[in-house]
């Protein structure tokens, strides 16, 4: 899947979560759904495009896919 409409889907799960009067729970909720709901290849692409500078990515969604990035590591 193209990195542009990773980011594009990254952010707009970002947005319903930013509401969460608890930042920690928004970053929760929106990490669970990417697991949930994403496929292997989608998360690890995303993964890379964070490690690479994350060009793109909104705050809260950075932040969620820096830990999906370290809950990879550690499942791997």
Do not use: C, T
């Not at 707009?12 to 929106?30: H, N």
């Amino acid at each position: 899947m193209d990195v542009e409409r990773l980011v594009q889907m990254a952010n707009d799960i970002a947005a319903y979560f930013v509401s969460d009067p608890d930042r920690e729970a928004g970053i929760d909720g929106m990490l669970g759904h990417i697991q949930r709901f994403w496929e292997p290849r989608m998360r690890r692409q995303i993964v890379a495009h964070w490690q690479a500078g994350g060009a793109g990515l909104s705050a809260l969604a950075a932040e969620a896919v820096a830990r999906l990035a370290q809950a990879e590591v550690r499942s791997a």
